[in-house]
């Protein structure tokens, strides 16, 4: 038999450490109760929030949330109608843009397709007068930490789509900011070197342990770069905290549903860990009101199925109506006999292939600590 060796290549940014790293306590940026309006539609409705010097940050949410023009008022390019924005605990609620020292990554990198890529990072130092020896020292370092100082000499039109994007990051880093803001620096970008820098970008700012401000409309870029991050809605703050938590525990529909893919069941609480749905009755290790309505949910991926009834309280008979087979995932959408559409999920792995096929009768079970309490209220709402 032929042996498989496997190599495992070891970096600098161990990822599993990196979440458990504790953040410092300090603030480089406060938001207090900012609030904005453009003509008759507020954007913004009161935002408070603090992001801790040396953190990796994502603002999460839909176009049209808020995310982007919280972003342009820390940066200046933006007012607040009322409320303040501090830096390390300076009020620059006021301030223009040159005088807050803050750097702004675009979508589009607004590189000059005339100069060099050297020139394109001396830029900014130039404009500010900053003497010509530092300036050779200061770019040349900025180049070699985004690991593009071979291509100094080229034109922007010269360099691939992520080349050019690391040249964006050194024009900003080269400044020194005490902030860098990301507003969706990689979402023009196709979804392998996408996947391939948000690694470069988190191992950038391990090194230069500097805050970072990153805005998404993209769930899994969230997850998988920020220490903590803010589900925005409409203006609001739905939830913050770290992905994990975030994920495993939702404060709402809004939440489970924005941060992947979610099953929310509508039931009324019958006993202290018990519930009755429209298709029966779930155990929970859910914090359960003494009564009413709740809105439970469970994540595709932590529901099984089989063939095989189990004993089991929290398992139900279904029949499968789709399966999608979209690579690393076998996905399923299943329905329950009173009609309650649920999506199923498991790892592909390989060795033995789910050969479930549509129409077929199968039976779903639903671990007892893997159901969240969303809400609790008179009449369940599931938007």
Request: aromatic share 6%; charged share 25%; glycine share 6%.
């Amino acid at each position: 038999m032929r042996q498989c060796r496997i190599i495992l290549k070891v970096t600098e940014l161990n990822l599993g450490e990196r979440r458990k790293r504790q953040l410092e306590q300090n603030s480089d940026v406060t938001f207090g109760n900012v609030r904005k309006s453009f003509g008759d539609l507020e954007v913004l409705k009161g935002i408070s929030l603090e992001i801790r010097r040396g953190e990796f940050f994502s603002l999460l949410g839909p176009s049209g949330c808020g995310k982007t023009t919280l972003l342009r008022i820390l940066a200046g390019f933006e007012f607040a109608d009322s409320g303040e924005v501090k830096l390390r605990g300076q009020d620059v609620t006021q301030l223009p843009p040159n005088q807050r020292n803050v750097n702004t990554v675009f979508q589009n990198y607004a590189l000059f397709p005339h100069m060099s890529i050297w020139d394109n990072v001396a830029f900014g130092l130039k404009m500010r007068k900053v003497a010509a020896l530092e300036i050779n020292s200061r770019v040349e370092k900025a180049l070699e930490t985004v690991e593009i100082a071979s291509k100094a000499r080229n034109k922007p039109a010269q360099l691939s789509g992520g080349q050019r994007q690391r040249v964006a990051l050194a024009r900003a880093i080269v400044n020194e900011p005490q902030v860098l803001l990301l507003d969706e620096p990689l979402s023009a970008l196709d979804r392998k070197l996408r996947a391939n820098l948000q690694v470069e970008l988190m191992r950038l700012q391990s090194r230069l342990a500097m805050t970072f401000i990153f805005v998404t409309h993209d769930q899994e870029e969230a997850l998988t770069m920020s220490d903590r991050l803010a589900v925005m809605n409409r203006g609001v703050i739905e939830q913050l905290g770290r992905p994990e938590e975030m994920y495993e525990h939702p404060a709402n529909a809004y939440v489970a549903k924005f941060l992947g893919s979610s099953n929310t069941i509508a039931a009324t609480v019958i006993a202290a860990n018990r519930v009755k749905t429209a298709f029966g009755e779930l155990e929970t290790e859910c914090d359960l009101p003494a009564s009413g309505e709740v809105t439970l949910a469970i994540r595709p991926e932590k529901i099984s199925l089989s063939r095989t009834q189990s004993s089991n309280l929290n398992t139900v008979a279904v029949k499968i109506t789709d399966e999608i087979y979209s690579g690393a995932m076998d996905a399923y959408r299943v329905k329950t006999s009173d009609g309650t559409e649920l999506e199923v999920s498991a790892m592909n792995i390989g060795e033995v292939m789910l050969d479930f096929e549509t129409g077929e009768t199968l039976y779903a079970s639903f671990p007892t600590h893997k159901l969240i309490l969303l809400e609790a209220h008179t009449k369940a709402e599931i938007t």
